[in-house]
């Protein structure tokens, strides 16, 4: 089973430390959200367990291995992550871009097999984009692309799955599909799924537990600590706490 491992992991930049997240360990089908304000190190903190940026203390383990220590081609079959801003080229279609999600698999020559094209299917009909897949990123809405790029990380078959506030300008009906795929792929697939948010209603609704960030300390909070997240939020951001839920 996957598991997800930080050990004393302090994250940042240059060498300097930004978000101490201490111990955290996420299981194979559990989801976490990472909540807090703007500038705490939510994202920062996301990229060091995406790979994207090396600790400035402690480790990142998958299944207990190290994942700084492996190479690229391994990191990405380990680990994939939807980022907040990813620059896509608008001629792209559908298929063409979540095609790209099978690049760690292929060989020299980058050509899909049986089994890559099995998985570019399967995944533009679990995102529901089976009738968009001709169609280019720039004749799509803000939600279709979303759900493409989705589909391109999903296409990757990560036993872990990290997204950076993927629910940005997205209508509800877009919400609400883009949670249940993640949904799916925890119960089909026993993915670990850990999730920046802005929205603690989001972050209520579908993480088994929150980790919040503040004053540069990580704390986590599961389903029965409501009481305790509400008050570490009011406390520091010294609002009334009906504002909160």
Request: charged letters at 25%; one cysteine or more; glycine letters at 10%.
């Amino acid at each position: 089973m996957t598991t997800v491992k930080t050990v004393d992991l302090s994250c940042g930049y240059g060498g300097v430390p930004l978000v101490n997240a201490g111990t955290l360990e996420i299981g194979a089908g559990e989801s976490r959200v990472i909540v807090g304000p703007n500038g705490a190190g939510k994202s920062t903190l996301l990229r060091t367990l995406c790979g994207n940026l090396t600790p400035v203390a402690g480790t990142v383990t998958v299944s207990g291995r190290s994942l700084h220590s492996l190479g690229h081609r391994q990191r990405a079959r380990t680990v994939a992550m939807l980022m907040q801003i990813q620059p896509l080229d608008p001629s792209y279609t559908v298929e063409e871009l979540v095609r790209l999600g099978r690049t760690p698999y292929l060989g020299r020559w980058g050509h899909l097999d049986r089994k890559d094209r099995e998985v570019v299917d399967s995944v533009i009909d679990l995102c529901g984009l089976e009738d968009l897949r001709t169609r280019t990123l720039g004749k799509m809405s803000g939600g279709e692309r979303q759900r493409a790029r989705l589909a391109m990380v999903l296409a990757q078959e990560t036993p872990v799955v990290l997204l950076d506030e993927p629910t940005s300008h997205l209508d509800m009906d877009h919400r609400y599909m883009l949670f249940q795929i993640l949904s799916r792929i925890r119960a089909e697939r026993g993915c670990a799924v850990i999730m920046v948010s802005h929205s603690l209603a989001d972050a209520q609704r579908f993480g088994d537990s929150i980790i919040y960030i503040r004053s540069g300390e990580a704390q986590v909070f599961g389903p029965g600590e409501k009481d305790g997240l509400r008050a570490a939020i009011t406390e520091s951001a010294q609002v009334p706490d009906d504002w909160i839920y």
